[in-house]
């Protein structure tokens, strides 16, 4: 539904209007339709969650106490 909200416009105008909007919509629906789907990884297999997200202790007396703490 399109709601004009200021101003009064021509039947013809509204038409000219309304093409606009429909013809950005059918490219939009287009190029989604192209597009290649991404294959989603599951998050177990991804390689990056391999690395640390936080830099590790130093080594000392305390390492061991410190290597698990909540960041």
Do not use: F, Q
Request: charged share 25%; net charge positive.
């Amino acid at each position: 539904m399109i709601k004009v909200v200021r101003g009064n416009p021509t039947p013809e105008e509204l038409a000219a209007a309304l093409a606009v909007v429909r013809t950005r919509a059918a490219a939009a629906a287009a190029a989604a339709a192209d597009a290649p789907a991404t294959e989603r990884t599951d998050a177990w297999a991804d390689p990056a969650s391999t690395v640390p997200r936080h830099r590790l202790p130093h080594p000392g007396p305390r390492a061991w106490r410190t290597s698990y703490w909540p960041r």
